[in-house]
C-alpha cells in the first residue's frame, strides 16, 4: 500500500503516465490532491503553492488528452483558474475541453486569451509550476484551425494555420489542415503539395482530424 504522503503519490502518478499506464496515472495523482487537501485544509494559501498547481495539471492532462474524460475535467479547469485566472496551460485545457465538447465559440475565445498571454518576451512566467508556457504556441494555433475551421471562420482559420505551420512544419495535423485550407481556397497544387508532404512524412499516420 502506497504510504499517506501526497507527493509520493504525485511522483508515483508521472512514473505511470511515462509509461502510458494512464488510469493508473490518473488515480495516483486524483489521490495526491484529496490528500494535499485533506493535509493542508486549515490554511487556503498552501492551494496557490507549486507542488498543488503541478498535481492538478496532471490529473487534467490525464483526463483531457488520454483518457478522453472531458466533463470530469471541468471542475479541476475551474479551480486552476480560481488559483490564476491567466495561466496559459489553464486556458489552453479550457479551450481543448470546450473544443471536445464541442462548445468551438468558447474554445476560440479561451485559445486566443493564451495566445496574447505567450505573445510575450518573457520566459519562465510562472516559476516552480510544470508550465508548458511558449512549448504550447503550436498546439494553441492547430486547435484554433481546427475550431475556426469547424465553427465557419475562414478568415480566422486563414490566420492560423500559417502560423501553425510555421512553428510546427512536420506536424501531420498542421500538414492535414494546411490541404484542407488550399482546396477551400481552390488552389488545387498547394493542397497536394500538403498532401504529399503528410504522406513522404508520416504514411498513413496521423490523419485523425
Known amino acids: ?19 502510458n499506464k494512464h488510469r493508473e496515472a490518473f488515480d495516483n495523482f486524483f489521490q495526491s490532491y484529496q490528500l494535499y487537501k485533506k493535509n493542508y485544509s486549515v490554511n487556503e494559501n498552501y492551494f496557490n503553492e507549486p507542488i498543488f498547481i503541478n498535481i492538478l495539471l496532471k490529473i487534467t492532462e490525464e483526463l483531457l488528452l488520454h483518457l478522453q474524460e472531458y466533463q470530469q475535467a471541468e471542475p479541476f479547469i475551474n479551480e486552476l483558474f480560481n488559483i490564476n485566472p491567466n495561466f496559459p496551460d489553464s486556458l ?23 495566445l496574447k498571454l505567450l505573445n510575450v518576451d518573457s520566459i519562465n512566467l510562472f516559476p516552480g509550476i510544470v508550465s508548458q508556457e511558449k512549448e504550447l504556441l503550436p498546439s ?14 475562414e478568415e480566422k482559420y486563414g490566420l492560423y494555420i500559417p502560423e501553425a505551420y510555421r512553428l510546427s512544419p512536420e506536424s501531420s495535423l498542421v500538414l492535414l489542415q494546411l490541404e484542407k485550407y488550399y482546396l477551400l481556397k481552390g488552389d488545387l497544387p498547394e493542397a497536394i503539395n500538403h498532401h504529399l508532404k503528410n504522406n513522404i512524412t508520416f504514411g498513413d499516420e496521423g490523419k485523425d482530424v
Do not use: H
Open 140 to 153: 494553441i494555433y492547430i486547435e484554433l484551425a481546427r475550431c475556426c475551421f469547424i465553427n465557419g471562420n
Open 1 to 19: 500500500m502506497a504510504p499517506e504522503n501526497y507527493y509520493y503519490l504525485y511522483q508515483l502518478g508521472k512514473s505511470y503516465s511515462v509509461v
Open 92 to 114: 489552453f485545457y479550457q479551450g481543448f475541453c470546450q473544443e471536445k465538447m464541442s462548445r468551438f465559440g468558447e474554445a476560440i475565445q479561451s485559445f486566443e486569451k493564451a
